[in-house]
């Protein structure tokens, strides 16, 4: 091996009859590829060292990979539901979305009004709990300092209305299962009365019973009009339930899903939903939901003494958020309640405070 004059380094003879041009460079030896002869391994070293010296491209600041990419980081940190909101905002709200593609720097004001607007019709919450998730991940480029000002700041969703919640108690819940319905709707309906969301019981299938109870595993979601069976729940853990008779009966004599249309495929939620309201139209059940029959489920629990984490592991949420959002006392209750510590009536009828409290009515 021999040294160039000039620091122009030296040829290396290889066994393959190939030739490597070698260099110091800041102390360190370096190997350049190979060549047939002194002027390709000269070529090629050169061209090593221009793909070595090349500035690194610049990241991709798309909205869509930078949101992915936080919530990815986050992920250790998120609870399942959580983690799952983000997930579903991400596939199904930022990556088909043209603000996806738009780089984080310039993102703006206008570009995330024009993004609500996608969710017309969808509820108030939903929409306010997409808003905060979206405004939480662009907080993060302001942090790393993408952005001066977070651009979904200044956004406000729609107003939310509180409306009491219409639920029903033990001698409602009998009247309503006298109404004339579907064998298919009156499942739909029996499920949702043992805490099950609608997707849920979309998605359940004969095989999930075991004799005594259900385990709730899986959800039929609608994305972008097209019916998908996401294998877990909204919080992402699976949850047991025990059932009563005469679901029993209806979950021991089939295969397949349970709430399924004429061509054996999964009932589409909405589909069920629609059901709903053409059975309950005209009866004192017209204003109720089918989500309003699980919310039911949820406060009957509670207002029968149920213990929280109990009535939270059959519902599907956390101790916290079953209490936040079911334990709401009935006007009756609340009288019922001030009659046993100072003996108020309250101007109710039939019955002493104390039998309604016992009733639990």
């Not at 009756?332 to 009515?361: F, I, P």
Request: glycine content about 8%; charged content about 25%.
């Amino acid at each position: 091996m021999r040294r160039r004059a000039n620091d122009e380094g030296t040829y290396k003879q290889l066994p393959s009859g190939k030739v490597r041009l070698v260099k110091r460079i800041n102390g360190d030896r370096v190997y350049g590829p190979a060549g047939r002869t002194k002027l390709e391994a000269r070529a090629n070293f050169a061209a090593m060292l221009e793909e070595r010296n090349r500035p690194p491209a610049p990241p991709d600041l798309k909205l869509a990979t930078f949101f992915n990419a936080q919530v990815t980081r986050l992920k250790p940190q998120l609870s399942p539901s959580t983690y799952a909101l983000y997930e579903t905002i991400y596939e199904n709200f930022i990556n088909n979305h043209p603000i996806g593609g738009v780089d984080v720097p310039t993102l703006s004001t206008a570009d995330v009004e024009a993004w609500i607007e996608q969710f017309t019709g969808k509820a108030p919450r939903t929409i306010a709990r997409y808003l905060q998730c979206l405004k939480a991940i662009l907080e993060h480029a302001v942090r790393l300092g993408l952005v001066d000002k977070n651009p979904a700041t200044p956004v406000r969703p729609p107003r939310i209305e509180e409306h009491p919640k219409d639920l029903l108690n033990r001698k409602q819940v009998d009247a309503l299962l006298k109404l004339e319905t579907t064998t298919r709707m009156r499942t739909g309906i029996l499920l949702c009365l043992h805490g099950l969301r609608r997707a849920e019981a979309c998605g359940l299938k004969y095989e999930d019973f075991d004799g005594e109870g259900i385990t709730v595993r899986r959800q039929a979601l609608e994305v972008n009009g097209e019916l998908i069976i996401k294998e877990s729940t909204k919080t992402g853990d699976r949850r047991w339930i025990p059932v009563d008779t005469e679901l029993k009966k209806i979950l021991s004599e089939g295969k397949g899903w349970v709430l399924a249309t004429s061509t054996g495929t999964p009932l589409r939620p909405r589909n069920m939903a629609r059901e709903w309201s053409t059975i309950s139209k005209g009866t004192q059940f017209e204003t109720l939901t089918l989500h309003d029959l699980r919310s039911t489920f949820g406060m009957l629990m509670l207002e029968k003494g149920v213990d929280v984490r109990t009535a939270a592991e059959l519902m599907g949420h956390s101790p916290a958020m079953l209490a936040k959002i079911y334990a709401r006392s009935r006007k009756e209750l609340k009288q019922a309640a001030m009659g046993l510590v100072y003996g108020y009536n309250g101007g109710t009828d039939g019955g002493t405070n104390q039998e309604m409290a016992a009733s639990g009515t």
